[in-house]
């Protein structure tokens, strides 16, 4: 007697299911912070207890090389992404340290695989794989940004990087 084998569907995994950040999301969390600076401590603080390897990830010595600048920004934007994402997915479980590994050594290969000839155009495959547009391009503004609180030439890869790994870790 032949056994029957029912087809099940391949699940995706739960993360694929996240629902998009939107840009309302993050503009709603860059307002309050915007009003509340002095509370700026605080939410760092809290971030720092419910993502510990994050913390330790976007302040260890590897961002040493950043200016000092590119670190408060590195850090203010891993921040709006956490609250943006916590916002809409308020049960957002710790990331590991191997996650973040993981993350960050899939988007170094991705952006190493472009030939394109400017680091926006070397982007563009980041954007055509994600469901988090609006993460990404808050992170792209910041990334390009020209003025005072620019990113320099030889900062973006490994900024855009990290922030990019914020965003693939808790999403």
């Known amino acids: 007697m032949a056994v029957q084998h029912t087809a099940y569907p391949i699940l995706p995994r739960t993360r694929d299911l996240a629902p998009m950040i939107t840009e309302a ?3 709603q969390v860059l307002e309050r912070l915007e009003r509340s600076p002095d509370t700026y401590e605080r939410e760092v603080d809290d971030f720092a207890d ?3 390897e994050l ?6 010595e590897d961002v040493e090389a950043f200016t000092e600048l ?3 920004l590195l850090l203010f934007a891993a921040l709006v992404i956490f609250q943006a994402v916590t ?10 340290g191997e996650a973040i590994a993981t993350a960050e050594e899939a ?3 991705q952006l190493s695989q472009s030939k394109a000839p400017t680091f926006r155009d070397r982007l563009t495959p980041f954007f055509e794989q994600t ?6 391009a808050f992170v792209e503004d910041l990334t390009l940004a020209e003025g005072e609180e620019e ?3 030889e900062a973006r890869e490994p900024f855009f990087v990290t922030l990019k790994t914020v965003i693939d870790t808790l999403t």
């Open 50 to 52: 419910r993502q510990p």
């Open 131 to 136: 469901k988090q547009e609006d993460l990404l």
């Open 107 to 109: 988007n170094y290969q």
């Open 25 to 27: 999301t993050i503009d």
């Open 70 to 72: 590119e670190r408060d």
């Open 55 to 60: 913390m330790d990830y976007l302040t260890n």
């Open 151 to 153: 990113v320099s030439a």
């Open 87 to 96: 916002a809409d997915q308020p049960e957002t479980k710790e990331v590991s």
